[in-house]
């Protein structure tokens, strides 16, 4: 989703820890508080909770916690049994069965596998216009439906009788059950969305709901919205809080003295304010799933395209120092294009199993070294860089630093230039820079949504790096390897060592929000892409 | 009068309809897209989601499209809210902003006078300082920065208002006190040197020979002419009132429009930034028209109907 938010969901997709643990052992009544209600702080009011057209993350949150997929996220990004009771995946991979239970929507309808195929269409068809509906491509058929060469119809999905969802992928997608339990895919009831017409979905009453709570009170402008317990989800006993009062409070410091005078049980903290609270104790920092890099123009400039160059950039920057002086703010250093957290196997972190010391750390040294080599391969004396970024707080620190960092290069002399996010979007689309500040936030929880950026065809792939090697990788990834998880991994490991090596793009930061949480709020769910936060477990400790 | 009213109704369409072809060719200028999640689509998927919102169209066939709308009333649907057309966004959220920005006003007026009459009569004395200072102090202090220092005071530490959000009465008072502290430092000062100006001419000595009362003096031929600069005041003060708002809004969190301007431009919003747009002008055309005819009234001698008697 939006650049801050992007979610990591553990890939094995085994039902294997049915009710969540996050309940975990201290949820028994007797700890909790007789009053059930959260006060929550959003950063921006609600803006649509239309599943298929909704696009930031605040909606993204409201659905996930009104809602309910086939699966539904847990801790760790795991997927858990949500409206399927289980699912069956045939041997190629491409084909899902899902055994639905019996549930019903909160006006009483039942929820039935006719609701999924009817959402899953209305998302893809062009006529919907939905920002997200790529998140489809896996689904047979989807790409050409988008484009109105297919009916909406001929789209993968199928319902056998009332509760059986089958669906057919164009390959095997190792990362399917994730989206399954993503907002975007969760069920719509067709007779309330024909019952209202333009006005479905526009306030709280014009809505109907399967998941956990119900939105009892939102006009569909306000800046406070309310969700309340819904009695006819299907797990109900276990969904403790009564009410969660969601408040739009935009300034950080009225959200702040919110919080401190009990009216708010969260805020997000900004600017100086997670120095300032490092050492609370209702201090929570969590990792996102988006990283902040530089990407160097290699069209034309024999400066950029030598590969010594642009590791002496990278060599240069001291990350932790940036992340813990400068930033400070819940970010940590990025090791590689993926984030970490994101994406694991056997145990082992992504960005562990596809690390390159040699790219990123800090060797002031060693990068003078390589800066001198590459001027006199390129044949100059000196060499003059533009650095351009977002014209936000994070984005003119990173500039200040990094062009602090590479001054200490000889010879070089770094200029900065400070953008609105849409122009340096632009200006980056059209290759009209020399090195800019890109950030990437997985839609997935998968090292291939950050990864098939940088191939040879892609359109984000700003600087034109191009690596035959990495475009191979990618190539078996999503194809010849698709149905193996061993070799699908080590073809991602591969293609990351291969980008790093090569420095096709100078990895910076993984951002991270830091909030205060009162410590009697228990039983949250946090995952780092999309939805971000699960409440259904959330209750009041006493 | 009346035919006044119609010549000034007709200017304010005249206007309108200046701001809004203005507004919408500038505004097809901003770099970027409508779209939130434009990082991640790609070209052809973009020019599939335009057609669906007619932005495919040639800029001046939207325009066309958007006069026609525009009226019947129909003012589009926002791009950031997209479910809700931009005629119910602005109307359910206009109202705390009206109500905090009239409150302001009256407020920061009336006291200003007060004030001003007070430092007027008891010139060069403590009195006459203190007015000074608070004026000076009013004007060069932002009402952004009085929004924080008395939410923190009077909010967190005194605990004697809401902090911030949107409820009863008393949810409006620190920020009609935040926005009102302008206005009534502008009219305090504006008053303060009419008024000094008015007490030592002829007029006031002769009634004061007449052996009228001091109160009747002020109220009754020191006043009233004291006030008529003021009224030209009132017009840039409210656009004063409108911008901060902005801020204000935001730092009290209250559901009103001004955060909407920004946003809406930042986000390429445009039925939005129409939208507003045309409600800001609309108000101002309506404050400028309120004072001119207020002018009339206080003043005799300004006749609105142009003919000189």
């Known amino acids: 989703m939006k650049i801050n938010s992007a979610v990591k969901l553990g890939t094995v997709a085994t039902f294997a820890a049915v009710l969540l643990a996050a309940c975990g052992s201290s949820s028994n009544s007797s700890s909790q508080a007789s009053k059930q209600t959260l006060n929550w702080m959003e950063s921006s009011a609600l803006p649509s909770m239309d599943l298929s057209t909704a696009t930031d993350v605040v909606s993204g949150e409201t659905m996930n916690n009104t809602g309910e997929g086939l699966l539904r996220f847990g801790k760790k990004s795991t997927t858990h049994p949500g409206v399927a009771k289980s699912y069956k995946v045939s041997k190629d991979g491409k084909t899902y069965t899902f055994n639905l239970r019996k549930s019903n929507w909160s006006n009483g309808d039942k929820v039935t596998a006719k609701d999924f195929v009817y959402a899953w269409q209305r998302t893809v068809n062009p006529k919907t216009a939905s920002q997200y509906a790529y998140m489809y491509a896996p689904v047979k058929n989807a790409n050409e439906i988008m484009k109105s060469q297919k009916p909406v119809s001929s789209l993968g999905i199928k319902a056998e009788g009332d509760y059986k969802v089958v669906v057919t992928l164009t390959q095997a997608t190792d990362y399917f059950p994730a989206l399954v339990a993503s907002p975007m895919f969760f069920p719509q009831n067709q007779s309330v969305v024909d019952k209202y017409g333009k006005k479905y979905a526009a306030n709280a009453k014009s809505n109907v709901y399967n998941g956990p709570f119900k939105l009892t009170y939102w006009t569909g402008t306000s800046d406070n919205w309310t969700l309340s317990k819904n009695t006819k989800y299907w797990n109900a006993k276990n969904v403790k809080l009564k009410k969660i009062n969601f408040k739009a409070v935009k300034d950080p410091q009225t959200s702040l003295s919110q919080f401190q005078s009990g009216k708010l049980d969260a805020t997000y903290l900004s600017g100086q304010q997670p120095k300032n609270y490092k050492n609370d104790k209702q201090y929570v920092e969590r990792k996102g799933a988006s990283t902040f890099y530089i990407e160097m123009n290699q069209r034309k400039d024999s400066m950029m395209k030598n590969k010594k160059a642009r590791q002496a950039l990278s060599l240069a920057i001291n990350r932790k120092q940036f992340v813990n002086k400068v930033l400070a703010d819940g970010s940590s250093e990025a090791k590689g294009l993926v984030s970490t957290g994101l994406m694991s196997y056997k145990g082992k972190d992504f960005n562990t199993a596809s690390a390159v010391p040699e790219a990123t750390d800090h060797d002031l040294a060693k990068a003078q070294k390589l800066w001198k080599e590459a001027l006199k391969e390129t044949g100059r004396s000196n060499y003059n860089l533009t650095l351009m970024a977002d014209d936000t707080p994070a984005g003119k620190n990173t500039l200040e630093f990094v062009q602090s960092q590479w001054s200490k290069l000889d010879n070089i002399k770094v200029t900065t230039q400070s953008l609105p996010f849409k122009t340096r979007l632009s200006r980056s689309e059209n290759g009209q820079f020399q090195a800019v500040v890109s950030g990437w936030g997985a839609d997935y929880p998968d090292a291939i949504s950050f990864l098939e950026m940088f191939t040879k065809t892609n359109s984000y792939n700003r600087g034109k790096w191009l690596n035959t090697e990495y475009d191979n990788d990618i190539k078996a990834a999503d194809g010849k390897d698709a149905n193996n998880e061993a070799a699908r991994w080590t073809d991602l490991v591969d293609a990351q060592k291969t980008l790093m090596k090569d420095q096709g793009i100078i990895p910076l930061y993984q951002q991270g929000k830091s909030q205060l949480v009162k410590s009697n709020v228990k039983g949250v769910i946090y995952f780092p892409t999309g939805a971000n936060w699960d409440f259904s477990h959330a209750y009041i400790s006493k | ?309």
């Not at chain 2, 931009?86 to 407020?107: D, F, K, T």
């Not at chain 2, 600069?229 to 001004?258: D, K, Q, R, Y």
């Open chain 2, 1 to 309: 009068m009346a035919k006044y009213l119609a010549k000034r109704i007709f200017y304010l369409i005249l206007t309108l309809f200046i701001v809004i072809t203005v507004t919408f060719f500038l505004m097809k200028l901003l770099p970027g897209t409508p779209l939130t999640n434009q990082a991640k689509l790609s070209k052809s998927q973009i020019a599939l989601i335009y057609q669906q919102y007619g932005l495919d169209k040639p800029v001046w066939q939207q325009y066309l499209l958007y006069l026609a709308g525009a009226v019947k009333g129909n003012f589009g649907t926002s791009f950031q809210f997209s479910d809700q057309p931009v005629s119910y966004l602005l109307s359910s959220r206009i109202g705390p902003s009206l109500q905090i920005g009239l409150q302001a006003m009256i407020l920061g007026v009336i006291l200003g006078i007060i004030v001003g009459a007070i430092g007027a009569m008891k010139q060069n004395t403590w009195a006459d300082t203190t007015t000074t200072v608070v004026s000076i102090l009013g004007i060069s202090i932002p009402s952004f920065v009085l929004a924080v220092l008395l939410q923190y005071y009077l909010g967190l530490k005194a605990g004697w208002f809401p902090i911030a959000e949107w409820g009863g009465f008393i949810y409006t008072v620190l920020p009609t006190l935040a926005l009102g502290a302008t206005p009534l430092a502008e009219s305090a000062r504006f008053v303060r040197t009419e008024m000094v100006d008015v007490l030592s001419s002829d007029y006031i000595e002769l009634a004061k020979a007449k052996g009228l009362s001091r109160m009747g003096i002020i109220y009754h031929h020191a006043l009233r002419n004291s006030l008529i600069p003021l009224i030209t005041i009132v017009g840039p003060l409210a656009v004063n009132i409108m911008t901060g708002s902005m801020v204000v809004e935001n730092i009290f969190s209250i559901p009103g429009i001004g955060e909407q301007f920004v946003k809406s431009v930042l986000t390429n919003d445009y039925p939005t930034i129409m939208g507003l747009t045309i409600i800001y002008s609309f108000m101002l055309c309506v404050v400028l028209l309120i004072t001119d005819i207020l002018y009339g009234i206080v003043d005799p001698r300004i006749r609105i109907t142009g003919k000189a008697n």
